[in-house]
């Protein structure tokens, strides 16, 4: 969506800081030992008191009120028995809808201790994440975000899920501009206007080039080649000073 006006901001800021807050406490009540169910039930509590609907489930029909992604799982992992345990890798993914609005968030954490690659994977993902949101302004290519984030993982020797894009949110889950690459795309010709609303979301892996269905079901994603793979991911409004992050606690 563009924002049209006050109302707009305000509705994108109070679903966006839902969001932030129930990833946030999620993430704090993580524990080895529990099940990424009962990791999900947490959210949903949270954002039922808030007034706000899964998104996931609303849009799509997706079995679970947030994406709980575990180790060689990318992206889109159904919550279910699988038991988190210390040294996994963890993503969280987190949209909801609140008076017709919606906002997507997102990030990766490690259950403990993990190996030191898989730790600095961690730190990377979300300093890859906010190289892109620096290039968010108005009148600005939205290639830059993905040729930003492209030079970043050749530096540091991390490769990017070419297939995982960011997209538009804020009056559904994903809308225009649909695609928005997190790697650098040639035929990326689009340019930012003022107060358009859409995600930042690279995917960073350790060998990681697509996201492909596995065979246990419809919804979860796999690197191919398999590799630890993280995701951090904020919704933005662009605006003539930069971009407008609407994706934080408080």
Request: glycine fraction near 12%; charged fraction near 25%.
């Amino acid at each position: 969506m563009t924002l049209g006006n006050d109302d707009d901001l305000q509705g994108m800021k109070a679903i966006g800081r839902i969001c932030a807050n129930v990833l946030q406490h999620m993430a704090s009540a993580m524990r080895p030992g529990m099940t990424t169910a009962e990791l999900d039930l947490i959210g949903r509590r949270m954002m039922e008191a808030a007034g706000a609907r899964s998104a996931p489930e609303q849009c799509y029909g997706f079995p679970g009120a947030t994406c709980i992604s575990v180790n060689e799982e990318v992206a889109h992992g159904i919550p279910g028995d699988r038991v988190i345990r210390e040294g996994d890798l963890v993503n969280i993914d987190v949209s909801a809808e609140l008076d017709g609005y919606f906002a997507d968030t997102g990030a990766s954490f490690v259950v403990g201790r993990a190996t030191p690659a898989v730790e600095r994977l961690c730190r990377d993902g979300k300093r890859a994440m906010w190289v892109g949101l620096k290039e968010v302004r108005t009148g600005r290519p939205l290639a830059g975000i993905g040729n930003a984030i492209g030079a970043f993982a050749r530096k540091n020797r991390y490769t990017l899920i070419t297939n995982l894009a960011s997209h538009g949110v804020g009056r559904s889950l994903h809308e225009d501009p649909s695609e928005v690459p997190t790697w650098p795309d040639p035929h990326e010709k689009r340019h930012m206007n003022e107060g358009l609303v859409f995600t930042v979301e690279p995917f960073l892996s350790l060998g990681g080039q697509w996201a492909d269905n596995g065979e246990a079901d419809e919804w979860t994603l796999y690197s191919e080649p398999k590799a630890p793979t993280v995701q951090f991911e904020h919704t933005v409004a662009v605006t003539r000073d930069g971009p407008l992050i609407l994706t934080l606690p408080g």
